[in-house]
């Protein structure tokens, strides 16, 4: 046998006792000790709720402990969420649970059966003592682990605390579904998560029971109080229905704050994190016993499979460290539902249901419909879907305008003008996507001065001959895919313009020809790359503004449908608004404010001139990614200003503010600033970034999040994206209609046959 002989694990939890089960297992003759501080029966927290997938890999991996755990398991498939004095309840889920307590005796019991070293109520010597004395290493010493803390320059451990308390408590009866309830209460909103984990044949059973709620509602409550057991009291006051008025107990059970704890590096030499040492996942998504269980089995796969300790805790880390940070994706995007739970108590009881159902992006319309068809259908009928249409093909009315869905082609830089005129290409590309069934096509940003643009390709709006290509192209678009709105965005670069197209070398100044900029202040944008802007002063302040109106005028004259003002992505508008970019000391410097009043100034002259029945839209950077810039709270404001001045929605992006920038980057992680805005002002958002697939956008529509959801990508690989998520969903209703030159294309073309008959006799 080779690989690692002497084995130390520190930590008695799920993780730790499996991964030394499974090592010794698969080398009987391995030296393994397993160090835990406190008592075999000791432990926090009730039940655990483990996947099909998690317990596949145990079947596979250890017939014993599967066997055991199936004898313990609670199922059921229901989630119930009680708001308002109604009950939603979504079948078709599938949960698995079972006792804490009873799984860590299972794993004991598998431990003690093959021989591995047991050392309960005893601290665990340092892990350098150890690596010093063992082959491996393993650190599965929790949260708060010790072996972290003591080798946090390799480890590089960030731990992030959130917004809400909770507690672990129990109830000594079984519920018969996962429960959400939410109580409204004169301190603030209140939640409990409940869920069965043990149901005795004979009745009674146990149930989890966490309840949560801000910082701020749990001291106006006065749960901070030094004794818990008062709040455990209060809590089942709170939730007496849920509970049928039976009292709540605890088992050294604290008030919480949850951690998120990411560290840049798993292995430290021979010294490998797993579990919540390594990293954690909020408990909304059921995941924190689930993710040590699966780094046990990838840890024992690797240290078999891979010829040497190094090159295992390699591979370990490569399998795991992708499906952690996709399942510490979701988890984030569901605490912070959570956390901002008081923006949505308002909507209607089917969307509230479902918003909740779908907070980690991980359950979406699509699997919805197939776990629950009725509840789905509900939801589509609360929200207006006409039958047989989903929501992404439902109309939308701005002021006189009505898309026909709810389809962006986001706007998108093509670099491709010739002296801000666009030519046959933009033709092509905007009418390719007019026909490809988007409800409204964005064109790119079109800058409002020659100095205005961020590189010598750019479109502009600024001469008649631009407007005339502008009219060629509208007209294509109302001619030839009657029905689809094409809209215009307005902008000016400033300290971001003069450099290179993008493929040349993005946000790079030119070799040659360079213009002068201007921007709120004069701080480059990249400091020694960038040239200095020069910061606008009364008279230019006017001039920007009268070359906003005169290309406002323009687009209403080549027969634009809606006209956006681009306030986004550090252009000039832009940094006025980002306290890391506006440093002026006037009346356009300062508080929040003072930096809104330029852009306001802008919004005001071109919505003047602006067709009445025609909407207007602002995009947004809604945070900058970084420390001391605008905030989710600032975008608010910021929004809250625009539609106050007559904004029909705001388009919410983020950052590209200053370079310096640290993006959370994943799916749709833009969304949840607009479902911020949307819901606390009651006003239409777009919706975009890493928006891929119509699920997506039938999931943001109907949760609540989003009006309309704009996407980019997509369209740039599939021009008729929308039109193909239409065929997709077996939808030919008004919201997609085919162009009639394209109508026989309307169906997936045939393949190869793979269909023959199978053969019915066999013939000896």
């Known amino acids: 046998m080779t690989g690692p002989q002497r084995i130390a694990v520190i930590g008695g939890g799920p993780g730790g006792l499996y991964a030394a089960a499974l090592l010794k297992r698969l080398g009987p003759d391995r030296a393994i000790t397993l160090w835990e501080r406190n008592a075999p029966d000791d432990t926090f927290g009730f039940g655990v709720v483990l996947s099909d997938e998690t317990l596949g890999g145990i079947e596979h991996a250890d017939p014993v402990v599967h066997r055991a755990l199936q004898r313990e398991f609670v199922r059921w498939d229901d989630i119930d969420i009680v708001h308002r004095g109604h009950t939603q309840t979504s079948g078709g889920h599938g949960f698995a649970a079972l006792g804490r307590r009873r799984l860590l005796e299972i794993l004991h019991e598998r431990c003690a059966g093959l021989g591995v070293d047991l050392r309960f109520r005893t601290q665990a010597p340092p892990a350098a003592e150890l690596a010093a004395t063992h082959d491996l290493v393993i650190a599965a010493d929790g949260v708060h682990s010790a072996t972290r803390d003591a080798h946090a320059d390799s480890f590089r451990p960030r731990i992030t605390g959130h917004r809400c308390r909770y507690i672990w408590l129990a109830a000594d009866f079984a519920l018969d579904a996962f429960r959400f309830e939410i109580a409204e209460t004169a301190y603030g909103v ?5 869920y069965p984990f043990a149901r005795p044949p004979e009745g009674g059973g146990s149930s989890t029971v966490i309840v949560e709620m801000r910082e701020e509602v749990w001291r106006a409550a006065g749960f901070d109080v030094p004794d818990p057991a008062e709040s ?3 809590c089942a006051k709170i939730f007496a229905n849920a509970l049928g008025h039976r009292p709540l107990r ?3 059970s604290a008030w919480l704050t949850f951690r998120t704890v990411v560290n840049d590096h798993w292995s430290h ?6 579990g919540d040492a390594a990293h954690t996942a909020h408990f909304s998504i059921g995941s924190g016993t689930k993710l040590a269980v699966e780094d046990a089995l990838a840890l024992a796969a690797c240290v078999e499979e891979q010829p040497s300790l190094p090159a295992a805790l390699a591979a370990y880390e490569s399998e795991r460290r992708p499906v952690v940070e996709s399942t510490q994706r979701a988890a984030a995007a569901s605490l912070r539902w959570f956390e901002e739970l008081g ?8 969307q509230f249901a479902f918003n909740l159902l779908t907070r980690s992006r991980r359950v979406t319309h699509d699997n919805l419909r197939l776990r629950d068809p009725a509840f789905t259908a509900g939801v589509e009928e609360e929200f207006g879907c ?3 249409t989903p929501p992404m093909f439902t109309p939308l009315r701005l002021r006189g305008l009505e898309l026909r869905n709810r389809v962006v082609v986001s706007p998108m830089d093509m670099y491709s003008a010739g002296d801000g005129v666009p030519g046959d290409f933009h033709l092509v590309h905007l009418g390719a996507r007019a026909l490809g069934g988007a409800g409204l096509v964005m064109t790119e940003m079109v800058c409002v001065s020659p100095e205005g643009r961020i590189t010598p390709g750019c479109t502009g709006l600024y001469t008649d001959e631009q407007a005339a290509a502008w009219t060629r192209v509208t007209d294509f678009v109302h001619t030839a895919s009657p029905g689809t709105a094409i809209g215009v965005q307005l902008g000016h670069s400033g300290r971001k313009g003069s450099t290179k197209l993008m493929w040349e070398g993005i946000d790079q100044p030119l070799d040659h020809g360079n213009w002068p900029v201007t921007a709120a202040s004069p701080l480059p944008y990249a400091p020694g790359v960038n040239q200095v802007p020069h910061a606008l002063d009364r008279a230019g302040l006017d001039e920007v503004r009268e070359q906003f109106a005169a290309a406002a005028r323009r687009a209403d004259a080549c027969g634009f449908d809606l006209l956006e003002l681009h306030c986004a992505h ?9 306290p890391l970019t506006n440093r002026r000391t006037d009346a356009y410097g300062g508080p929040l404010a003072h930096r809104l009043r330029f852009p306001l100034e802008v919004f005001d002259a071109v919505r003047e001139l602006w067709p009445d029945d025609r909407p207007m839209t602002v995009r947004i950077s809604a945070t900058d990614w970084a420390e001391g810039g605008t905030t989710a709270e600032d975008a ?3 929004a809250r200003a625009f539609v106050a001045h007559g904004a029909d929605a705001i388009d919410v992006s983020t950052g590209q503010v200053v370079p310096g920038e640290r993006p959370e980057y994943g799916r749709s992680y833009q969304t949840p600033y607009a479902d911020r805005i949307r819901n606390t002002l009651c006003v239409p958002v777009i919706a975009v970034g890493a928006i891929s697939s119509w699920d997506d956008v039938n999931s943001l529509l109907l949760a609540g999040r989003a009006d309309l959801c704009a996407l980019a990508r997509p369209h740039l690989y599939d021009p008729h994206w929308t039109l193909h998520a239409a065929a997709e969903q077996g939808y030919t209703g008004p919201g997609a209609p085919w162009p009639l030159p394209y109508r026989a294309g309307s169906r997936t073309p045939p393949t190869g046959r793979t269909d023959a008959p199978k053969p019915r006799l066999s013939l000896g």
């Open 232 to 234: 455990v009291g209060q």
């Open 570 to 578: 550090g252009y000039l508008l832009s940094g006025f608004l980002s």
């Open 386 to 388: 006409p039958p047989g």
């Open 269 to 274: 030499g021979n010294t490998v994190l797993i």
């Open 343 to 350: 923006r949505h108590v308002d909507q209607p009881p089917r």
């Open 190 to 194: 209140m939640q409990l998560h409940a």
């Open 250 to 252: 605890s088992n050294n």
């Open 636 to 638: 608010v404001e910021i």
